[in-house]
Each structure stands twice: as C-alpha cells, then as structure tokens.
Nanobody
C-alpha cells in the first residue's frame, strides 16, 4: 500500500512562489508515474504536471509551462512542485498522485490513470 502526503500549501500574493512537497511511503515498484493535479472550487480536477520516475522526464499543462517545475528526490522519496509567478487562477487544492509500475513518457492529465492520491493542500493566490 502506498501513502502520499502533501505539504507546503498556503497563501501568497500574485507573482510569488511556493513549493509543495509530497512524501511517498509504503511499497512501490522501481518505476512509476508521479503527478500533481489541482482542483479549484466548482471545477474538475485537472492535471498540472507529471514526472516519469525512472528518468525524471517532466511534462506540463500549457497553463503552467515556464512557471512550475516538478521534481523528485529519490533519497527522500519525495515529489516536489515548485510554483513561481503565481496567478490568482492558480488558486486550488493541489493533489499529488501516483501510479506504480508504469512509465509516463507523455503528459498524462487523466485522473483515472492514477490509483494513489494524497489528501490535498490548499494554495491561495491573491491579487
């Protein structure tokens, strides 16, 4: 069983930065697809970025390209999302997600593709 726990959310003014962390615990295979999603009030959950655990290749939604960076620290079993130049429209609950045993060499924003999820962390960006 895999557990994911996000930390690092908070409130920030537009143009600011935040870094989210997702601690991964429990059994997982050597390869995996790991991702960040977000869900704003009244909207569907949307994929933000995903990372192929094997080679750390990254893929992003167009809305965050050039502003967000997804990364991993294998020694700490932690996934990160560095968010820069934040905008009010980035306000949402952010979730990390994982599907062990598969690779993701493309942007994979499909919610149903992931079978492990964290509880979410709120990010609020004020103008």
């Amino acid at each position: 069983q895999v557990q994911l726990m996000e930390t690092g959310g908070g409130s920030v003014q537009a143009g600011g930065s935040l870094r989210l962390s997702c601690a991964v615990s429990g059994k997982s295979s050597g390869t995996a697809c790991m991702a960040w999603f977000r869900q704003a009030p009244g909207k569907e959950r949307e994929g933000v970025a995903n990372l192929n655990k094997y080679d750390s290749r990254q893929y992003y939604a167009d809305s965050v390209k050039g502003r967000f960076i997804i990364s991993q620290d294998n020694a700490k079993n932690t996934l990160y999302l560095e968010m820069n130049s934040l905008k009010p429209e980035d306000t949402a609950v952010y979730y990390c997600a994982m599907v062990p045993g598969v690779s993701c060499p493309v942007f994979l924003p499909r919610v149903a593709a992931y079978n492990y999820w964290g509880q979410g962390t709120q990010v609020t960006v004020s103008s």
